[in-house]
């Protein structure tokens, strides 16, 4: 060992991010194995580097006894003291053992180690670093793709993207850049394992706080987001600030803003709508851009029938249901979608079902009426004739 190896540590600390202590710590634990695998003792053994010269000592550690019982653990007081006439027993002393030949085998059996311990610190940094990525967006380059996979290089690793969290239909080509959400960081036993998606909701939202400086600030808040990844999206946004105009600021001026995210996103469009604490005007802005004309809510369930004209039908389901659907996911309420017509011939029905109701309930009183009537006319008439008996009888 020499300054060689210090400048070699040193170069994998610049380098690799790998603090030099980490290094060192590995060499040490080199050092120990190899000297037990050769030596057959490492009980007691000690290893000093000297971060100075890049020097290696090894060090037996042997305890001061009245009485050696084993040499390779103890030394006798007498044979201490002429070393040192202050040693006591008990004492511990250390006697450097570093053999001149430890050899080409001891020395590939410390590379072996430090290699192996080099290797966990760097994955413990990776893992750290992407860690902190997790839920957040970076800018990739494509490398290859597999059956499985394509794979990403985010610079120190290579993250996966599944079918799964792929754009559907958008194709990648090898160095192609593209902007990925890190959905998952694992750490397995081989390596740290980084999972990206393109297809996840919050990749918009993150291209929203990218894009839109007042969405990043907190000035605009994004409540919630449907999504349809790689043919359309729904995002519900509102201030706090009455002032500010939470679609407008979002949509910029001549569609930028927005146009920006569909760039990337490979034209994916964009339905930008005000949330609303009223469910009944959310719900209408989330079928934009159909027209509502009413919102009728289900007692006690997240469920509502809305009315729209019956020439915007088509426009407020949307293309194989995807504008109610998308609106469903936005708001949390399960949409049935009615046209005008049909809704005044059910509300129409109701009320004749409901009249009749009225009816029967008017027929079913007045019938008890009269047979009230009648029982207490007859029940009259019996006490009459009783009365009229007893007299007679009198």
């Given amino acids: 060992m020499n300054k060689e190896m210090l400048g070699a540590l040193d170069a994998l600390e610049r380098e690799k ?14 050092m120990v194995s190899a000297y037990k695998r050769h030596y057959g003792q490492a009980q007691n053994v000690e290893v000093e580097f000297d971060d100075k010269k890049g020097d290696v000592h090894i060090f037996s550690v042997k305890e001061v006894t009245e009485e050696v019982m084993d040499s390779q653990l103890e030394v006798s007081l007498k044979e201490a003291l002429k070393i040192n006439g202050a040693y006591e027993i008990g004492d511990m002393i250390r006697f450097e053992v570093t053999p001149k030949d430890f050899g080409r085998i001891a020395a590939q059996t410390a590379k072996q180690v430090i290699l192996q311990r080099v290797r966990e610190a760097e994955r413990s940094i990776i893992y ?9 967006i970076m800018q990739g380059i494509v490398e290859r793709q597999d059956s499985r996979y394509i794979y990403v290089n985010l610079g120190k690793i290579e993250a996966v993207l599944s079918k ?4 559907p239909n958008e194709v990648y080509q ?4 593209i902007k990925v959400y890190i959905s998952k960081v694992e750490n397995t036993s081989k390596g740290p394992q980084v999972y990206v998606s393109r297809s996840h909701p919050d990749l918009l939202k993150r291209l929203f706080e990218q894009e839109i400086p007042e969405v990043y600030d907190g000035e605009v808040e994004i409540i919630s987001i449907a999504r349809e990844a790689g043919d359309r999206a729904k995002v519900a946004v509102t201030a706090a600030n009455k002032d500010i105009d939470p679609v407008g600021t979002c949509v910029g001026p001549k569609g930028q803003r927005v146009q920006a995210i569909v760039n990337e996103l490979k034209g994916e469009n964009m339905d930008i709508v005000e949330w609303n604490e009223d469910p009944a005007v959310f719900i209408s802005n989330a079928l934009n851009p159909a027209q509502v004309i009413d919102v009728i809510f289900e007692p006690n369930q997240r469920a509502c029938t809305v009315v729209v004209p019956d020439f915007q039908l088509s426009l407020a389901i949307g293309k194989r249901g995807q504008n109610a659907r998308l609106a469903a996911k936005l708001t949390g309420y399960k949409i049935d979608i009615k046209p005008e017509s049909e809704w005044e011939k059910i509300a129409a029905e109701n009320e004749e079902e409901l009249l009749e109701e009225v009816l029967e309930a008017n027929e079913e009183l007045v019938v008890e009426e009269i047979l009230e009537d009648a029982i207490d006319d007859i029940s009259e008439e019996v006490t009459e004739e009783v009365e009229l008996v007893e007299e007679d009888e009198e």
């Fill in 17 to 30: 991010g790998i603090s030099k202590s980490i290094v060192i710590e590995a060499l040490e634990a080199a």
């Fill in 128 to 136: 750290n670093e992407f860690s902190a990525y997790e839920n957040e």
């Fill in 164 to 167: 799964q969290d792929q754009i």
């Fill in 174 to 177: 090898p160095h192609d850049r």
